[in-house]
């Protein structure tokens, strides 16, 4: 790789989201997901077929097949990962894979993904801003109105996850 390459590439530094603003979304979305399990602890909507299909894969059977299906089996591989990693990380406490690879349980997974995918947007945000701010002149309207994208962009992410 040529000097200059690897010298851009040391000045590109990846912002994150303050590690408070992460706990408190992670806070926040675990919340919802309480709830849901409290208020819904049955399957909905498309849960009875995506849960059956996860615990499968828990259990390590990933040829069995429900043709009803048409998700891709990466979502299932995700869930039963997900639910063996938290199986070893809880095992002390006497959790099994019956309750990791629970539909409440998995449900928990989405806030877990949920604050991964705000945490990648405000990466690529912060980068689209500062390269855009090295590429433009430092106008105070321009860099305001780049304020106002992001917080918009921001906004609306989170609305549209809840």
């Keep these: 790789m040529a000097p200059a390459a690897v010298a851009a590439l040391q000045q590109q530094r990846v912002h994150w989201l303050p590690a408070s603003w992460t706990v408190g979304l992670m806070t926040v979305f ?32 990933f040829l069995t097949w429900d043709p009803k299906v048409t998700t891709f089996p ?24 019956d309750v990791t690879c629970s539909g409440p349980f998995l449900r928990s997974l989405n806030a877990l993904l949920a604050v991964a995918t ?17 590429s433009s002149s430092s106008s105070s309207s321009s860099s305001r109105l780049r304020q106002l994208d992001v917080g918009s962009a921001a906004v609306a992410l989170v609305v549209g996850l809840l």
């Design 74 to 97: 990466g979502l299932y591989v995700l869930g039963a990962v997900y639910a063996w990693a938290s199986k070893l990380l809880l095992g002390w406490t006497g959790v099994g894979l």
């Design 118 to 134: 705000i945490q990648v947007a405000y990466a690529v945000s912060m980068q689209l801003q500062h390269q855009q701010q090295r």
């Design 30 to 61: 675990l919340g919802i997901t309480s709830f849901v399990a409290v208020n819904a602890p049955e399957n909905y909507m498309d849960e009875p077929f995506h849960v059956p299909m996860t615990q499968l894969y828990c259990r390590g059977d």
